[in-house]
């Protein structure tokens, strides 16, 4: 589709850096996002706003609401600041960092860089624990119909909500496991990636079964690992034609509907929880018409 943000269709990059801003002046939100529009391609650059920026410019974004906060449930999922998300996709951590510089640059005055989380590719896709990451993901047409917005309209159509969470794995004690209770905890095989059907309910991937919802709660996953210093995990970004899969999904793995906890939180905890829209694309950049830019 010619009017998505091409990066969200595509496979992972090697290296990826996120940026994460908050407004600083909601007067010149106008200018800094019509400059920010013509930088965007797509493709090296994928962007995403959130709730409170369409909220500052006075329009709407149907189905984009907050993240919400399961912080008093049986495990903590938080909710944290940011208003304008940046995904730099590239090979090279230098001209990332570089790229990055130039959107802080345009995005000023209007929003104010809050958090910035360096990304990579390991192995062929694997999460930091060895573990094949996004083995359901749904591709070609179905990665379409899961992860795009059809038939709303100019200014929609093409566009995609994403979820976001940084995720922190205390590697230490995962490593500690023994192989069977490794597997145990995501429910596949480390070995063939094959899912193991005698696995707990509390297995991840029972938690997460996409088609066992009704309807089924398919979306699009582009998570990476992250590492700063010591500490290490994944980047969990996953694009959806609007929020409903992911809150699913989200509500099963945190117990909400059951009481059953995601194994995952036994060894890894969310740092973070954000929501955007991700615009479609236009003749010179981003379609910013839904904004009335």
């Not at 529009?37 to 500052?56: L, P, Q, T, W």
């Not at 060894?267 to 904004?291: A, E, I």
Request: glycine share 8%.
């Amino acid at each position: 589709m010619e009017s998505v943000q091409a990066g969200i269709l595509q496979d992972i990059p090697q290296r990826s850096r996120y940026l994460t801003f908050v407004i600083k002046d909601p007067k010149e939100l106008k200018t800094a996002l019509t400059a920010l529009s013509h930088m965007v391609e797509g493709k090296s650059i994928v962007m995403g706003f959130g709730a409170k920026v369409v909220n500052a410019l006075r329009q709407d974004v149907p189905g984009l609401t907050t993240f919400p906060d399961y912080t008093q449930g049986p495990v903590s999922i938080p909710a944290t600041t940011g208003d304008l998300w940046c995904w730099l996709r590239g090979e090279d951590r230098g001209e990332l960092l570089h790229r990055g510089r130039a959107v802080e640059v345009i995005a000023d005055p209007a929003f104010e860089l809050h958090s910035v989380v360096d990304g990579f590719k390991y192995g062929s896709g694997l999460d930091l624990t060895g573990y094949e990451d996004g083995t359901e993901n749904p591709k070609d047409k179905a990665a379409i119909d899961a992860a795009i917005v059809q038939n709303k309209g100019q200014g929609m159509d093409g566009s995609s909500f994403v979820a976001i969470q940084q995720w922190l794995h205390d590697l230490n004690h995962f490593e500690s496991l023994l192989q069977v209770d490794q597997d145990a905890i995501i429910g596949r095989s480390k070995e063939d990636n094959h899912e193991i059907s005698s696995a707990p309910e509390s297995a991840h991937v029972k938690r997460v079964e996409q088609e066992d919802f009704d309807p089924p709660a398919f979306m699009l996953r582009r998570s990476m690992p992250w590492i700063e210093n010591q500490q290490a995990g994944l980047m969990f970004v996953t694009f959806g034609k609007n929020f409903d899969a992911f809150e699913t999904l989200l509500s099963r793995m945190s117990g909400q509907d059951d009481g059953i906890t995601d194994a995952l939180f036994s060894f890894s905890k969310p740092l973070t929880g954000n929501y955007y829209w991700c615009p479609p694309m236009g003749r010179s950049g981003l379609d910013l018409s839904q904004l009335k830019i």
